[in-house]
């Protein structure tokens, strides 16, 4: 029973707590609306994606319904976190499609409070990063140009690193939870 206090991220079951606290609102009920809420908005993320990689709305419509109609998509009608997950994983690759280092470490951040897969978000991150570092030091850009990308290097593990350290204390065993 101790192991499965911390078996679940935090961000989810926290986002579906703040809800649950508006009159009316079960604790079922607010995670169906978080599920709903965080799918929409990873089906809004796929069309965004979509039309910056491709500038074809039917491409990018295309790829949200081969997502709506995957097999695992049957978590969008459950209360798990994989919506909440892929919402922030799209919007991450949005961000860092449109170089905004900062915004895309922050949602790498939140999303390892999320899951343990935004391991694959982080290294997407820092390979992103070091190309754009690479390719700062080759043109000898000002420091200006360079620090953001650094900056979302390091910090976008926090989230994930937070919440494993965090389960090591409380239970004593390092690399378990």
Same mark, same amino acid.
């Given at each position: 029973a101790h192991a499965s206090v /911390?078996? /679940? !991220?935090?961000?989810?079951?926290? &986002?579906?707590? =703040?809800?649950?606290? @508006?009159?009316? =609102?079960?604790?079922?009920?607010?995670?169906?609306? =978080?599920? &709903?809420?965080?799918?929409?908005?990873a089906a809004w993320g796929i069309t965004v994606l979509g039309m910056k990689l491709t500038a074809d709305p039917r491409i990018s419509l295309l790829m949200v319904a081969v997502w709506a109609v995957a097999p695992t998509s049957t978590v969008l009608e459950m209360l798990y976190a994989e919506a909440l !997950?892929?919402?922030?994983?799209?919007?991450?690759?949005?961000?860092?499609?449109?170089?905004?280092?900062?915004?895309? &470490?922050?949602?790498?951040i939140v999303a390892g409070t999320v899951r343990s897969t %935004?391991?694959?978000?982080?290294?997407?991150?820092?390979?992103?990063?070091?190309?754009?570092? =690479?390719?700062?030091?080759?043109?000898?850009r000002r420091i200006a140009e360079w620090w953001r990308p650094l &900056?979302?290097? @390091?910090? %976008?593990? @926090?989230? @994930?690193?937070? !919440?494993?350290?965090?389960?090591a204390v409380r239970t004593g065993r390092p690399g378990r939870s």
């Open positions: /911390f078996s /679940f !991220f935090p961000a989810y079951p926290a &986002a579906m707590s =703040v809800l649950a606290r @508006l009159p009316g =609102v079960t604790l079922v009920g607010a995670g169906l609306a =978080v599920t &709903a809420i965080a799918g929409l908005a !997950f892929c919402a922030l994983a799209v919007w991450t690759l949005i961000a860092l499609v449109d170089r905004r280092w900062l915004t895309a &470490a922050g949602l790498t %935004a391991v694959a978000l982080v290294a997407a991150l820092v390979v992103a990063a070091a190309i754009a570092l =690479v390719e700062a030091a080759r043109t000898h &900056a979302a290097a @390091l910090l %976008a593990p @926090l989230g @994930l690193l937070g !919440f494993l350290g965090y389960v």
